[in-house]
């Protein structure tokens, strides 16, 4: 079994859904047939409707729908706090005195904790009621946001310490939350409501830039913005209370006369997903998609604000100014209009392909990264001779880049069974941050201050040392869009093996024991062959 999880698909690389060899969609003579999996062929069957998924569930259409609209609102939630930093960002840096590696280290040190927590949570989701989790998160993580709004200037490591708290609420909720939508809806269903949450991304991005920088315009203090959110997250765990229930887990997957899934150890967990190269990859792929956007979103508005300065067109930021500028709300309403195109887009063509190529959405994702690193790399250019062709050339390459949000999640819920969904979540969270967006606004910064040091002090200076270190991020897009292409390899068969074990079809193969029973004191036991002299 284990060897069959590292090859790949025999069928030709954009071969047609009907021309694959016992295709997914394609009828099926009996449970029983044996396949090259080792295992039965999925069972025919037509996806329940909003009825039958009631009589499953015990949820209505309409309150599931509802539940969805909560988890939106809070995943939108979310991301409108992590990016209201970044819309304050030159504030903040005036404030407490510090360059550009440590501003880096805000985003950082937040992405980190979050990083940490999120196999705690994935571990727990699995187990445990998701609901109660998300909202003990969401209550902490808004009370430790309103705190850090009263740190005074000489504690900014205190700031550091309250955004790293701030990972808590995102790890029970960012880990457990996809996993509700999967158990609630199938096929075509879950994956339109996949991409209504996943809008939340973009939008609550572009809305963090926006309250930061006009809260801030009209208290005339940049502490107002981080006041924002908390009371909006209180409402929000209000909502979790009342109106979402917890559904029982991969019930809508499996045969009503197949036995329920039980959760295995964590070890046998994690096992399962390093053998399945589908969500290895994928989760690869999302990797260079974190480390852009992480990048782009706390260094984007900074790298057009000295842009303008270099150009004239807006006076430099000096010490003890407020700084002037407004680039934080169009970079914000860019990601928003950017975000919601994107992610709708990029469902729509995959759904389409789909029809004709079982491949669609990794290959769709690929698409999207390997087109938008050109349009990024055209962007940070053209920023010394026009802004408004750099703000045309980030509206394309961000389109591009948001295509894979929801197609990400789509692929990680039909690649791993439900019970180790959060599991997987909070594993494609950790590898995703560690070696994204957890320190891709730090080595920006970083690369940006050492490019500095060597040249003369000036604005200039300052524009030409953050291009250069903005430019990585084209390089690692290109990265990303290749791990994407081999996902496309292995799709089809990682997809047919977690059908036939939730149908119970399929059963998970012990790794192989090299161990032996010897006599010893009286009893048998199990000892290593190699400790065993013949």
Same mark, same amino acid.
């Given at each position: 079994?284990?060897?069959?999880?590292?090859? !790949?698909?025999?069928?030709?690389?954009?071969?047609?859904?009907?021309?694959?060899?016992?295709?997914?969609?394609?009828?099926?003579?009996?449970?029983?047939?044996?396949?090259?999996?080792?295992?039965?062929?999925?069972?025919?069957?037509?996806?329940?409707?909003?009825?039958?998924?009631?009589?499953?569930?015990?949820?209505?259409?309409?309150?599931?729908?509802?539940?969805?609209?909560?988890?939106?609102?809070?995943?939108?939630?979310?991301?409108?706090?992590?990016?209201?930093?970044?819309?304050?960002?030159?504030?903040?840096?005036?404030?407490?005195?510090?360059?550009?590696?440590?501003?880096?280290?805000?985003?950082?040190?937040?992405?980190?904790?979050?990083?940490?927590?999120?196999?705690?949570?994935?571990?727990?989701?699995?187990?445990?009621?998701?609901?109660y989790l998300m909202c003990g998160g969401?209550?902490?993580?808004?009370?430790?946001?309103?705190?850090?709004?009263?740190? !005074?200037?000489?504690?900014?490591?205190?700031?550091?310490?309250?955004?790293?708290?701030?990972?808590?609420?995102?790890?029970?909720?960012?880990?457990?939350?996809?996993?509700?939508?999967?158990?609630?809806?199938?096929?075509?269903?879950?994956?339109?409501?996949?991409?209504?949450?996943?809008?939340?991304?973009?939008?609550?991005?572009?809305?963090?830039?926006?309250?930061?920088?006009?809260?801030?315009?009209?208290?005339?203090?940049?502490?107002?913005?981080?006041?924002?959110?908390?009371?909006?997250?209180?409402?929000?765990?209000?909502?979790?209370?009342?109106?979402?229930?917890?559904?029982?887990?991969?019930?809508?997957?499996?045969?009503?006369?197949?036995?329920?899934?039980? !959760?295995?150890?964590?070890?046998?967990?994690?096992?399962?997903?390093?053998?399945?190269?589908?969500?290895?990859?994928?989760?690869?792929?999302?990797?260079?998609?974190?480390?852009?956007?992480?990048?782009?979103?706390?260094?984007?508005?900074?790298?057009?604000?000295?842009?303008?300065?270099?150009?004239?067109?807006? !006076?430099?930021?000096?010490?003890?100014?407020?700084?002037?500028?407004?680039?934080?709300?169009?970079?914000?309403?860019?990601?928003?209009?950017?975000?919601?195109?994107?992610?709708?887009?990029?469902?729509?063509?995959?759904?389409?392909?789909?029809?004709?190529?079982?491949?669609?959405?990794?290959?769709?994702?690929?698409?999207?990264?390997?087109?938008?690193?050109?349009?990024?790399?055209?962007?940070?250019?053209?920023?010394?001779?026009?802004?408004?062709?750099?703000?045309?050339?980030?509206?394309?390459?961000?389109?591009?880049?948001?295509?894979?949000?929801?197609?990400?999640?789509?692929?990680?819920?039909?690649?791993?069974?439900?019970?180790?969904?959060?599991?997987?979540?909070?594993?494609?969270i950790v590898l995703s941050h560690l070696?994204?967006?957890?320190?891709?606004?730090?080595?920006?910064?970083?690369?940006?201050?050492?490019?500095?040091?060597?040249?003369?002090?000036?604005?200039?200076?300052?524009?030409?040392?953050?291009?250069?270190?903005?430019?990585?991020?084209?390089?690692?897009?290109?990265?990303?869009?290749?791990?994407?292409?081999?996902?496309?390899?292995?799709?089809?068969?990682?997809?047919?093996?977690?059908?036939?074990?939730?149908?119970?079809?399929?059963?998970?193969?012990?790794?192989?024991?090299?161990?032996?029973?010897?006599?010893?004191?009286?009893?048998?036991?199990?000892?290593?062959?190699?400790?065993?002299?013949?």
């Open positions: 079994m284990s060897g069959l999880l590292g090859q !790949p698909d025999t069928t030709p690389f954009l071969s047609q859904a009907d021309d694959t060899e016992e295709g997914m969609g394609g009828p099926t003579p009996g449970a029983g047939k044996t396949t090259s999996l080792g295992g039965s062929e999925p069972q025919d069957r037509e996806d329940p409707d909003g009825e039958g998924l009631q009589l499953i569930t015990g949820i209505s259409s309409r309150h599931a729908t509802l539940i969805v609209g909560v988890l939106c609102y809070i995943n939108l939630l979310n991301y409108m706090d992590r990016f209201t930093v970044a819309g304050v960002l030159p504030d903040i840096e005036q404030f407490f005195s510090i360059g550009d590696s440590s501003s880096g280290l805000i985003q950082t040190v937040f992405i980190s904790s979050y990083m940490i927590l999120a196999p705690v949570f994935g571990y727990l989701g699995d187990r445990y009621n998701r609901k969401i209550a902490f993580w808004s009370l430790v946001t309103l705190g850090s709004s009263f740190i !005074p200037r000489e504690r900014f490591w205190l700031l550091l310490f309250t955004r790293g708290l701030v990972g808590v609420g995102e790890a029970s909720y960012s880990t457990i939350a996809p996993t509700l939508i999967a158990d609630l809806f199938v096929a075509d269903q879950r994956s339109r409501m996949l991409s209504i949450f996943y809008f939340a991304i973009p939008v609550g991005s572009g809305l963090g830039y926006i309250a930061g920088s006009k809260v801030k315009d009209v208290a005339g203090d940049w502490h107002w913005a981080l006041r924002v959110t908390p009371g909006l997250g209180m409402l929000a765990v209000l909502l979790l209370f009342l109106v979402v229930r917890e559904p029982p887990r991969g019930a809508v997957e499996r045969h009503s006369d197949s036995p329920p899934l039980s !959760p295995t150890s964590w070890w046998a967990d994690l096992r399962a997903l390093a053998r399945n190269p589908s969500f290895v990859l994928s989760s690869l792929g999302f990797t260079a998609v974190a480390f852009v956007t992480g990048s782009l979103a706390l260094w984007a508005p900074a790298f057009l604000l000295r842009a303008r300065v270099v150009l004239g067109e807006t !006076p430099p930021c000096l010490p003890g100014d407020s700084c002037s500028s407004s680039d934080s709300l169009i970079f914000g309403v860019i990601t928003c209009v950017t975000g919601i195109l994107g992610v709708a887009s990029g469902v729509e063509i995959s759904r389409r392909l789909r029809r004709t190529n079982p491949r669609a959405d990794p290959l769709v994702c690929a698409a999207g990264l390997l087109g938008s690193a050109p349009f990024l790399f055209l962007a940070l250019v053209c920023a010394q001779n026009s802004i408004i062709v750099t703000y045309v050339f980030i509206f394309i390459g961000e389109i591009l880049l948001s295509m894979n949000w929801a197609i990400v999640a789509d692929i990680l819920l039909y690649v791993v069974i439900p019970t180790r969904r959060s599991t997987a979540e909070a594993f494609q070696l994204g967006d957890a320190g891709s606004p730090y080595l920006i910064g970083l690369i940006s201050d050492r490019l500095r040091r060597d040249w003369p002090p000036s604005f200039l200076s300052q524009f030409r040392a953050l291009q250069f270190s903005l430019m990585l991020c084209a390089f690692v897009g290109a990265l990303g869009g290749a791990a994407f292409l081999g996902t496309a390899m292995y799709i089809e068969g990682d997809r047919k093996r977690a059908l036939l074990h939730v149908q119970g079809l399929l059963r998970d193969v012990p790794p192989p024991d090299d161990r032996i029973v010897v006599p010893q004191r009286g009893r048998s036991t199990k000892v290593p062959v190699s400790s065993v002299l013949i």
